[in-house]
């Protein structure tokens, strides 16, 4: 089996793990790798077509994420909610309407998609990253750390692991994590692991033109939210939203009919003239969720002090959004650990 040695690794190309990789170098440390177990970067971020399939939005009070966007000069926008936007709660019943009350934005999107963040995050870690790493387990072997994936093991001085906590409790551990945190692991839902988001693209935005927002609102039809997901310079036009969790286990393509059949209920014949149509079932995805999820336990314990601490004799941390006690769950709480992750790293304050 193949061995690579560097000071840190780094388990996950997430929004976290991308930002503790891009302050260590901005710190002026490049002695890392990171190992991702997918073929793509971003993690529970994926842009496709212009459509995020996974995490959209944030709001002023997500200082840390904004903070980062204004470093790596992307531009936020506002979520479009002019018009009328739709609220079901009774199929049977007529359509409701209501407006948004525009003293303030609702939400910001990120240009180009969130992708976005990610793409400039890793603009400067080329080599740095290896794709198709799937970590199994964990060792403290002396004075290092070593990872093994799938052919290769690792050796380090410290490791970050930004996965999911309950996915990571999944890995095989020596010695033993604490029961404790264990258990805290175990508990920790992954946020938004149980969405399924659909998006659909359109020749044009239809339902401006006949004053919808695109936002259709209630938990009993196929779809429980949708809004306008058309791109910041207007160039593509795009619906985006939930479907309801009680059509997972129904056939791909009856789904779809259903999600379209409704939505035209509310918006219109012109949903059936779509252009490109996108789902993605994050409970069906192995590195995000794990199957336990079938029984979700809603209470997060985000931010749990436990997560603070290092383990193997201070060489693992865990970090990721979960662990947060800022914003945990969100993208804002992502950064921060991410953040936080590269300041116990290098044991100072950072640049
Ligand atoms: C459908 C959906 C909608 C969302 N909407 C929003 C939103 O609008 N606003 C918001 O603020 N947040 C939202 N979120 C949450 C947001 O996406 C997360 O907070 C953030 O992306 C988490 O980043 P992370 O790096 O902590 O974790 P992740 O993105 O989960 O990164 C963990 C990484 O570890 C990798 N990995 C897993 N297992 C292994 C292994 N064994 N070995 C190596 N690598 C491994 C994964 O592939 C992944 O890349 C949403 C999430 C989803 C799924």
Redesign the pocket.
């Known amino acids: 089996m193949k061995t690579i040695h560097s000071k840190y690794v780094i388990?996950?190309?997430?929004?976290?793990?991308l930002t503790t990789a891009y302050s260590l170098i901005e710190n002026g440390e490049e002695d890392f790798i990171i190992?991702?177990?997918?073929d793509r970067i971003?993690?529970?971020?994926l842009t496709k077509d212009g459509i995020d399939l996974?995490?959209?939005?944030?709001q002023d009070h997500h200082v840390n994420l904004s903070k980062l966007l204004d470093t790596l000069s992307i531009h936020k926008f506002e979520q479009y909610s002019k018009g009328k936007s739709v609220l079901v709660y009774n199929t049977m019943a007529p359509a409701h309407y209501f407006e948004s009350q525009h003293n303030g934005p609702s939400a910001y999107r990120i240009a180009d998609g969130s992708i976005a963040v990610i793409n400039k995050l890793a603009n400067k870690l080329e080599g740095k990253i290896h794709l198709k790493?799937?970590?199994t387990s964990i060792n403290e072997c002396d004075d290092k750390i070593s990872l093994t994936t799938n052919g290769k093991t690792y050796f380090a001085e410290k490791s970050i692991i930004?996965?999911?906590p309950k996915?990571a409790s999944e890995?095989d551990f020596s010695p033993e994590l604490p029961k404790s945190l264990l258990q805290t692991m175990k508990f920790t839902h992954t946020?938004?692991?149980n969405?399924i988001?659909v998006g659909i693209l359109f020749n044009k935005p239809f339902w401006k033109e006949k004053d919808f927002s695109g936002t259709v609102i209630g938990q009993v039809g196929s779809v429980i939210e949708l809004y306008d997901h058309c791109d910041h310079k207007e160039n593509t036009f795009a619906l985006m939203g939930f479907i309801n969790e009680g059509l997972r286990e129904t056939k791909a393509k009856i789904r779809q009919e259903k999600v379209l059949d409704y939505l035209t209920k509310y918006l219109g014949e012109e949903v059936k003239s779509y252009t490109a149509y996108f789902e993605k079932d994050?409970s069906k995805d192995p590195?995000?969720s794990c199957e336990n999820l079938k029984s979700v336990y809603m209470s997060p314990q985000y931010g749990n002090e436990i997560y603070n601490e290092w383990h193997c004799n201070g060489k693992l941390l865990f970090s990721?959004?979960e662990t947060s006690p800022m914003y945990g769950?969100?993208?804002?709480?992502?950064v921060y650990?991410g953040l936080n992750a590269a300041k116990k790293l290098l044991n100072k304050e950072l640049v």
């Open positions: 388990v996950g190309a997430g929004l976290s793990g190992l991702e177990a997918r971003g993690g529970r971020i996974g995490a959209t939005w944030f790493s799937i970590v930004t996965l999911p996915l890995m946020w938004m692991s969405a988001k994050w590195q995000t990721g959004t769950g969100y993208l804002d709480g992502a650990s």
